[in-house]
């Protein structure tokens, strides 16, 4: 059964229903179904909801699965904005600014 290339992926917030069409098709290579498998897991163990899992485990664009490079390369590239801010907040006069920031444009009352 071959699936990939339609849309069936990102017409569902169901992360069970996607899973069980990444395990029947047949366009997505078993190690990448097993890394996708992974990144799924670990982003439910991180707190992401289900709904969320979908939309980054398949395209928005088109539905089909993220090839698993894709989805590494978006995991490392997310792993350095988390370490520059990190160190930003560090700084206490960076800190200091954007609690301003926050607060100027009301941003707080969100919070």
Same mark, same amino acid.
């Given at each position: 059964?071959?699936?990939?290339?339609?849309? #069936?992926?990102?017409?569902?917030?169901?992360?069970?229903?996607?899973?069980?069409? +990444?395990? %029947?098709?047949?366009?997505? +290579?078993?190690?990448?179904?097993?890394? #996708?498998?992974?990144?799924?897991?670990?982003? +439910?163990?991180?707190?992401?909801?289900?709904?969320?899992?979908? *939309?980054?485990?398949?395209?928005?664009?088109?539905?089909?699965?993220?090839?698993?490079?894709?989805?590494?390369?978006?995991?490392?590239? %997310?792993?350095?904005?988390?370490?520059? @801010?990190? %160190? @930003?907040?560090?700084?206490?006069?960076? *800190?200091?600014?954007?609690? *301003?920031?926050?607060?100027?444009?009301?941003?707080?009352?969100? @919070?």
């Amino acid at each position: 059964m071959r699936i990939s290339g339609g849309s #069936i992926y990102g017409s569902t917030t169901d992360l069970d229903a996607a899973l069980a069409r +990444l395990e %029947k098709d047949e366009a997505v +290579l078993p190690q990448n179904r097993q890394l #996708i498998l992974k990144f799924a897991n670990t982003w +439910l163990a991180k707190g992401f909801t289900k709904v969320r899992v979908v *939309k980054l485990v398949y395209c928005l664009r088109c539905g089909t699965p993220m090839e698993v490079q894709t989805t590494v390369q978006i995991e490392e590239e %997310k792993k350095v904005g988390d370490n520059v @801010l990190n %160190k @930003l907040m560090q700084n206490q006069e960076f *800190k200091d600014f954007l609690f *301003k920031k926050v607060v100027e444009l009301g941003l707080d009352k969100q @919070l």
